[in-house]
């Protein structure tokens, strides 16, 4: 009889893991249904080390597509952040907290659907593994799905947005809006404030981190 599949990650992470390790198990995961929607697996990216690591929800359409975290419109208006926040993308680590592309058919697209709760839960260890392994100082969560993930249900990113929150992640933890619902936005002026106060957050990540250097 075939093995039934893993009901989370857990048991593809490879002994004494490293990044390389893990993006080459994280290929093969079928530990939710995702795997079948997505075009492949798209794991974090971005300097080993790295001081701060920004977490999102889940690939979107462009990145499914090449395979890479952050690459479509909105990894761009996130890059334009963090470079007038004062922080180069090439130090950061870049990741999400589910892994493959969950989209519904809407005529030819495939519309972005939020994931649940079960895909969460089972894509989960390789987000920790990699936290585990880059030991950030510093983690943003970018969006409602990553901020309730990491920090729990009941927080509300509307009201606790920019603040550092206490967890045992990071020295420096903080939420604030993910970059693809400032594309959302009504109109130019909202898109043009939410992303001052995109790139003010970031800023304040960026200021408590050379505050805490030696
Ligand atoms: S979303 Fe995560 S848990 Fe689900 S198949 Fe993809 S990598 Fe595995």
New binding site residues.
């Given amino acids: 009889m075939p093995k039934p599949p893993p009901t ?2 857990g048991a ?1 992470i490879p002994d004494r893991p490293t990044l390389e390790k893990l993006r080459t198990a ?1 290929k093969d ?7 079948r929607l ?1 075009t492949q ?1 798209v ?1 974090g990216e971005g300097r080993s080390n790295a001081e701060l690591m920004l977490v999102g929800e ?1 690939p979107g359409e462009a990145e499914d597509l090449a395979g890479h975290p952050f690459v479509g419109p909105a990894g761009k208006l996130l890059d334009r952040a963090l470079a007038d926040a004062g922080i180069d993308r090439a130090d950061v680590y870049v990741t999400n907290v ?3 592309f ?1 989209w519904e058919p809407r005529g030819k697209r495939r519309i972005h659907k939020k ?1 649940n709760a079960r ?1 969460i839960a ?2 989960r ?2 987000l920790d593994t990699e936290i585990a392994l880059v030991k950030p100082r510093a983690i943003v969560c970018l969006g409602a799905t990553a901020a309730q993930s990491l920090l729990g249900r009941q927080f509300k990113v509307t009201a606790e947005r920019g603040v550092f929150v206490k967890s045992p992640l990071a020295p420096l933890v903080m939420a604030t809006v993910h970059p693809s619902s400032i594309l959302r936005a009504p109109d130019d002026e909202t898109r043009r404030d939410e992303t001052k106060r995109l790139t003010a957050d970031l800023r304040k990540v960026a200021r408590a981190l050379a505050k805490r250097r030696p």
């Fill in positions: 989370d990650a593809l994280a995961c079928q530990a939710c249904d995702l795997w997505g697996t794991f889940q589910v892994k493959h969950k994931p895909e089972a894509c260890p390789w």
